[in-house]
């Protein structure tokens, strides 16, 4: 494969000439980047792999090079979703891609799927508004919306009205494949957001399909986001006192690791203790917010076209709603989710499972200039902090290790890329674990990514069941 990779890496310099400074994200240093895709054969495999697929090599597969065992499992998950057989039709595939980026105005993902909606002969009007779509697809449009901001409030009701539907109802393998690409696109621009991926330079000749009739729609060359040229700055935190600050950070938090786990070996609290733990870190995740002067407003809506764009993700108690929690011991990706994805939609569950795991035990022992380090624990941490903002409970887990780990920044940082992605702004990403390295902040975004998407099917697929039974 010498000659493959020595095509790819033709391949690699040949579509990625960019100016100076806008490189695949703008929140990590290009160079840092662009260093690992050079480093070694197999990725070069990987690249030419995504290339044939998609046709492009895009800014994400770019950035989730830093970890190529998860970027083979995403794109081989992505790819099989959008383009092997399935319950639904290539073009409703890309339109319910655009769909669920379009609920946090990701324009970067909504501009790519638009293109290969046109590219697989989707019609054109359809891009005008939901209401232009197929009945089918409007009906999609509740379950799109609950999903992506109270997934708790899925109800079998809902999945009910999907299914029974005169003449235009889903079959449940159709919607099993809708509820995939839902949360995976969601959990999507997620990533997209929370790394500060750039929008798409498209070269001359390139391999993306741009008929002009649709230039009004396509915004290709905004941001995707909500970052005026002001925030390139180079910020002063480059200053003495932050810098050992940083340095103890990671100190710190691994002497935290430390004790945390002498207290596990030591005693167990009660299961009414944890199950209070669990409550109380619930209930403050609600209050963990961005202060207002971070608050940026979007540059231009993508998501015009793509109704109710008043209905956002809500704290749940501090709108005095109660959410139940979800333990997972009554229903879990293992035990339950993964066999029904499977049977509906073979073949799908395993992928999904692999990428979960991968995502959930990558690691290279290491934190920031330490090596040997079992981050097990922070791993979990993470984890099961995103799954507690969606009121879903492990009972065999100590919710006040959340606390002792996660600081206040990340915990912004955590939220806003799961709950608000489009919200999130450079100095949110800058301000965690300054000392980490970038391949580090990456690693934390593909937690967040899968822990999104795990919680999300979790609410969707408890609903099928429920209505199943």
Known sequence: SDKSSSHSSRLISWIIPRPVGHGPSRFIPEKEILQVGNEDAPMHALFADSFAALGRLDNVTLVMVFHPQYLESFLKTQHYLLQMD??????????????????????????LHVNDFLHVGGDPKWLNGLQNAPQKLQNLGELNKILAHRPWLLTKEHIEQLLKTEEHSWSLAELIHAVVLLTHYHSLASFTFGCG?????????????????????????????NHGADEMQVSPTGSISVSIKSVCEVEVLMEKM????????EEEASQEEMATRFEREKRESMFVC?????????????????????????DFSRHGMHVPTFRVQD??????????VNRLYPDVG?????????????????????????????RRAIWNYIHCMFGIR??????????????RSFKVYIKTVVCTPEKTTKRMYDSFWRQFKQSEKVHVNLLLIEARMQAELLYALRAITRYMT
């Open 86 to 111: 399935g319950p639904l039709p290539l073009h409703y595939r890309h339109y319910i891609g655009i769909m669920a980026a379009a609920r946090h105005q990701c324009s970067y993902l909504v501009n």
């Open 197 to 225: 991926i750039s929008p798409e330079i498209h070269c001359d000749g390139g391999h993306t399909f741009r008929p002009p009739s649709v230039s009004n729609y396509c915004i290709c060359d905004i941001a995707n986001g």
């Open 258 to 265: 430390k004790q945390l786990q002498e207290c596990r070996d």
């Open 290 to 314: 961005f202060s207002e002067e971070e608050e940026l407003a979007p540059t231009r809506d993508v998501s015009r076209h793509f109704e109710d764009t008043s209905y956002g993700y809500k």
């Open 331 to 340: 229903y879990s990706w293992e035990d339950h989710g993964y066999s029904l």
């Open 350 to 378: 395993q992928l999904l499972d692999e990428k979960f795991h991968i995502a959930y035990n990558l690691t290279y022992h290491t934190m920031a200039m330490h090596k040997d380090v079992d981050t097990s624990m922070l």
């Open 394 to 407: 492990y009972d065999d887990y100590d919710y006040g290790e959340i606390n002792q780990l996660l600081d």
